[in-house]
């Protein structure tokens, strides 16, 4: 019997069939390829993040505000453009009507506020200025990334006051306050990374921060919180009773008690911040001001999740660079009780490193832009929802 019609014989594939499946063999091998040489980067890969606390990383509903100005940059003011370099904190002197501010070439320039705005260049400290105050004796205290704790006089003389503490020295100077008593708080965001390397330390996701104190009189330096995620700005309370701090990385801002019955104890101050809170200031009319870098983002709350896809954005980081995820920066204020009041933003501000009000404006500096900027709170304030 001839096989001709037996169901289980076969032929070879016509070269027409051949043609057929080889676009497809070539797209799976191309799209394969990629993946394949992802899945062998990242388990070879030595990076290891860790994982961060859960309470900050379950699911929460977005915080209530009950005024906001979602549109923050159709009324601002570019101040200093081009000789401002990443103008990083502010310090706001009264008496003499300017506002001082760090820049990433080392230059703390002076700003003189008035109907001209005028920027002038005062002292290098020859590292990264970051947070700064005026303190009691017509001195600039600053938080230098690089230098550790500077006191700059008046007539622009530099002194270190303090570098390390327990041993081990400061990596990321990076917020400062002064109490009425001349202490100064302070916070070294990382004692692993520096300055330039600060996205590490968030992408790591364990705790190198620390809260410090130094005492001018005494000239000790002590450790008062450690275990910190990426410590950053620093205000001492208009009742000298507590310390505000930030935690950039876990979007909080903590209270360390200087006096009282808690003190030298922690507890929550505000949480689930919308956004990563860099610095933080007092108004002096009742309200603290907390810098917003970037907005909340998914991709953001994923990652503090899940380790892994820290790993895959260190190892973007390391291959290709990091892309421009960054937008709704701005400002939140705050009452004294931590209670938020008003939310200062746009889709396309970034990299807002400090905000302060003074007078009718609300100060914004940054940590990458070539400028500062001002917005007048009179003409463009923060509405209630409709």
């Not at 450690?226 to 009742?239: I, K």
């Not at 810098?291 to 998914?298: H, S």
């Not at 290709?320 to 938020?340: C, F, Q, S, T, Y």
């Amino acid at each position: 019997m001839s096989n001709s019609n037996n169901p289980t014989s076969s032929s070879p594939p016509s070269p027409s069939t051949k043609k057929s499946q080889w676009p497809f063999t070539f797209l799976t091998i191309t799209i394969s390829f990629p993946v394949i040489l992802a899945a062998i980067a990242y388990q070879l890969d030595s990076f290891d993040p860790g994982a961060y606390p859960i309470e900050h990383t379950s699911s929460k509903e977005p915080m209530y505000v009950p005024k906001r100005n979602s549109n923050m940059l159709e009324g601002v003011e570019k101040i200093g453009e081009g000789k401002l370099l990443g103008p990083e904190d502010i310090a706001y002197d009264k008496k003499m009507g300017v506002i001082y501010t760090g820049c990433s070439d080392g230059w703390i320039k002076i700003i003189k506020l008035g109907s001209n705005l005028v920027v002038e260049e005062w002292v290098n400290t020859g590292g990264r200025p970051l947070g700064m105050v005026l303190g009691q004796h017509g001195e600039l205290v600053v938080a230098d990334a690089d230098e550790g704790m500077l006191n700059i006089t008046a007539d622009g003389k530099i002194h270190l006051l303090t570098k390390e503490a327990e041993g081990l020295e400061f990596k990321l100077a990076d917020g400062v306050d002064i109490a009425e008593n001349g202490i100064l708080y302070f916070t070294d965001a990382s004692y692993k990374y520096k300055f330039k390397e600060y996205i590490w330390d968030i992408l790591e996701g364990r705790p190198y921060g620390r809260l410090l104190s130094y005492d001018p009189q005494t000239k000790v330096t002590k450790v008062l919180v450690r275990d910190l995620y990426f410590a950053n700005g620093v205000v001492v309370s208009p009742d000298q009773k507590s310390v505000i701090f930030c935690e950039t990385a876990l979007k909080c801002c903590k209270r360390y008690h200087i006096e009282g019955e808690k003190r030298g104890s922690v507890d929550m101050f505000i949480e689930n911040i919308p956004g990563t809170p860099d610095n933080v200031m007092y108004d002096g009319e009742g309200y603290y001001w907390i810098a917003l870098t970037t907005g909340q983002g998914t991709l953001w709350d994923l990652a503090l999740k899940y380790p892994f896809i820290r790993k895959i954005m260190g190892i973007i980081e390391k291959t290709v660079g990091r892309p421009h995820m960054e937008k709704n920066g701005g400002a939140l204020a705050i009452d004294l009780e931590g209670r938020p009041v008003a939310h200062y933003y746009d889709q396309h501000l970034s990299m807002v490193s400090s905000s302060i009000k003074i007078g009718d404006h609300l100060y914004c500096g940054s940590v990458a832009k070539p400028y500062m900027i001002r917005l007048n709170l009179t003409q463009h304030p923060a509405v209630a929802d409709a």
